[in-house]
Structures are given as structure tokens and as C-alpha cells.
């Protein structure tokens, strides 16, 4: 079974880059056809897609996030990370990696637990 666990820094100051890795176990980032994605929860607030990347190692980014977010990922590690530039305290979430269901860019159904970051000086 697919396993997803986040790392990265609880606190970033305000307009520094937040950094998140996704480990993945039980499964290769490198299979067709799925994506692997970031989503966020600002608290109270619903899920917000961020963006994701696919097998080709091409990705995806959510319109209103595009100009700060960057995806990358480690093959030999089994990982993909989440950049956020310019963060702002309304960047403060539970933030979560996930994978899709096959083929679909918006529907996950394997999830880590979250972490939470907080932007604050």
C-alpha cells in the first residue's frame, strides 16, 4: 500500500520560500498514470489544490499560486518537494502530499497525514 509522509519546517518567516518533501513508500513515483500532489487546508478553510507533478516529470499548477509554486522530485529517493516563494502568514495551513486516482489531476486518494506550517516572524 501506497505511503506518504511530509517533512519540512513548523515555522517560516514571512517572505521566505517554504520547503516540503514528500517521502513515498509502497509505491513508485514513476508510475503510470498517476500524479503526485500538493493540497493545502488554511485553518477553517476548505482543501486547496496546489499543484502536482506527473510520471513525465511535468506539472501542473493551481492559476492563483503558479507565479510562487514550484514542484520538483528525486527519482532515486522516491520524492517530490513543494516550493512556496514569498510566503505571507494567509499562507499558514496543514499542508499534505497525496497521490491521484489513475489519470485524474484532481481527485486523491492516497494522502499523508499533514504537517502544519506557520508563517510568522
Known amino acids: 500500500q501506497v505511503q506518504l509522509q511530509e517533512s519540512g519546517p513548523g515555522l517560516v518567516k514571512p517572505s521566505q520560500t517554504l520547503s516540503l518533501t514528500c517521502t513515498v513508500s509502497?509505491?513508485?513515483?514513476?508510475?503510470?498514470?498517476?500524479?503526485w500532489g500538493w493540497i493545502r487546508q488554511p485553518p477553517g478553510k476548505g482543501l486547496e489544490w496546489m499543484g502536482a507533478?506527473?510520471?513525465?516529470?511535468?506539472?501542473k499548477y493551481s492559476p492563483s499560486l503558479k507565479s510562487r509554486t514550484s514542484i520538483s522530485r528525486d527519482t532515486s529517493k522516491n520524492q517530490f518537494t513543494l516550493q512556496l516563494s514569498s510566503v505571507t502568514p494567509e499562507d499558514t495551513a496543514v499542508y499534505f502530499c497525496a497521490r491521484s486516482r489513475e489519470g485524474d489531476l484532481y481527485e486523491y486518494d492516497y494522502w499523508g497525514q499533514g504537517t502544519q506550517v506557520t508563517v510568522s516572524s
Open positions: 509502497g509505491g513508485s513515483i514513476t508510475t503510470n498514470y498517476y500524479y
Open positions: 507533478i506527473a510520471v513525465s516529470g511535468n506539472t
